[in-house]
Nanobody, 121 residues
Framework: QVQAMESGGGLVQAGGSLRLSCAAS????????MSWYRQAPGKQRELVASITRAGITNYTDSVKGRFTISRDNAKNTLYLQMDSLKPEDTGVYYCNYDARRWGEIATYTYWGQGTQVTVSS
């Protein structure tokens, strides 16, 4: 079984910082792309940032220059450093990754359970 456990969410004032982590566990052979999504109340889930295994990153325009995505391939862990937070960054943040399991060829997409980030004005 493959799982993803997020941590690091919470309540912070505008202008503050948070660091999210997502630890993937289970019978993982390899992980390719990893991403952070978020879903604000009443809105669709949106892609915030993504990173390839080689470290190539991509950000949605609204977080460029404020958020930094990174990963530790040895630990199968994904991070999101969030600085200069704004009230509009409020939402549930989900990690997402594509992985192959030991003994299998197919790649599957896995989601974490989500962690709440609330930014007060």
């Amino acid at each position: 079984q493959v799982q993803a456990m997020e941590s690091g969410g919470g309540l912070v004032q505008a202008g503050g910082s948070l660091r999210l982590s997502c630890a993937a566990s289970g019978s993982i052979f390899s992980i390719s792309d990893m991403s952070w999504y978020r879903q604000a109340p009443g809105k669709q889930r949106e892609l915030v940032a993504s990173i390839t295994r080689a470290g190539i990153t991509n950000y949605t325009d609204s977080v460029k220059g404020r958020f930094t995505i990174s990963r530790d391939n040895a630990k199968n862990t994904l991070y999101l450093q969030m600085d200069s937070l704004k009230p509009e960054d409020t939402g549930v943040y989900y990690c997402n990754y594509d992985a192959r399991r030991w003994g299998e060829i197919a790649t599957y997409t896995y989601w974490g359970q989500g962690t709440q980030v609330t930014v007060s004005s």
